[in-house]
């Protein structure tokens, strides 16, 4: 696939926001199905990494507000309003404190060395340059600072690679969801050192913490 131009990003990402917020509706009913079958423990085991000042990046609808640590201070941004507006009920019901925002991924808004850590669960797949959102990840992370990551990714297996290279077209075009990115190869040329790496689910789901060099 071609490398991501400022021009064919913009656009992209102006689609996946709209496709995003038309999605927000349903998006929770869906994800309870996937959550269930496919991202078990995922989320919990990302959560549990987390320390000090934390960022979410493209926190949707706010799926992992309950599994936040009491202790963190959570920061978290999303594209899409709509998406972002169910993650503020779902914070108030909680009666989780959190300072959640629009926000892109691509460009983040904070200063250098701002946060202790940084969680991304199953967005690196359409965030429309996940490599720029490493390199912003990276450049607002504090020195040894900790990202975390659930994902779903490019299967090692050959059958199961043939069948995600098939559908992908389709995924992308209709949910701007791609199913062969591998998040690892972001993470390396952004600068982290993987410190965990676990892989399930014929190595679909991938959950990685990853250290900035401190
Ligand atoms: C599949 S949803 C995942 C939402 C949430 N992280 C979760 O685990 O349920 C992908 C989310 O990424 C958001 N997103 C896509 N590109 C983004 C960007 N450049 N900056 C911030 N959020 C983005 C979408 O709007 C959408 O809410």
């Known amino acids: ?13 102006e689609r996946i926001r709209a496709l995003q917020d038309k999605e ?16 078990v423990g995922g989320r ?7 320390e000090g000042e934390v960022l979410e ?8 507000l309950p599994l936040h640590r009491v202790e963190v201070s959570l920061t978290g941004i999303e ?8 993650a503020k009920q779902r914070a108030t ?41 490493a390199r912003e990840v990276f450049r607002v ?19 199961v690679r043939a069948v995600q290279r098939t ?8 949910e701007g969801d791609h199913l062969t990115r591998e998040p690892l190869e972001y993470l390396d040329a952004a600068g982290f050192e993987v410190t965990e790496l676990e892989r399930s689910k014929w190595g679909i789901v991938e959950r990685v913490a990853a250290r900035k060099p401190g």
């Open 141 to 159: 992370l504090r020195p040894g600072g900790l990202f975390a990551l659930l994902e779903h990714v490019r299967s090692p297996v050959r059958a």
């Open 93 to 133: 019901a909680l009666n989780r404190e959190a300072n959640l925002r629009v926000g892109d991924a691509q460009a983040l808004d904070f200063p250098d060395a701002s946060f202790d850590s940084v969680l991304c669960t199953l967005a690196f797949c359409t965030i429309p340059d996940p490599g720029a959102a």
């Open 1 to 13: 696939m071609a490398e991501p131009t400022p021009d064919t990003t913009r656009e992209e990402t």
């Open 44 to 50: 919990e085991w990302a959560c549990s990494r987390l």
């Open 79 to 86: 594209l899409a309003p709509e998406m972002l507006a169910i």
């Open 57 to 64: 990046i493209a926190v949707g609808t706010g799926r992992n």
């Open 24 to 39: 927000a509706p349903r998006y929770d009913r869906q994800m309870d199905f996937f959550d269930r079958v496919l991202f």
């Open 167 to 174: 559908i992908e077209p389709l995924t992308i075009r209709f």
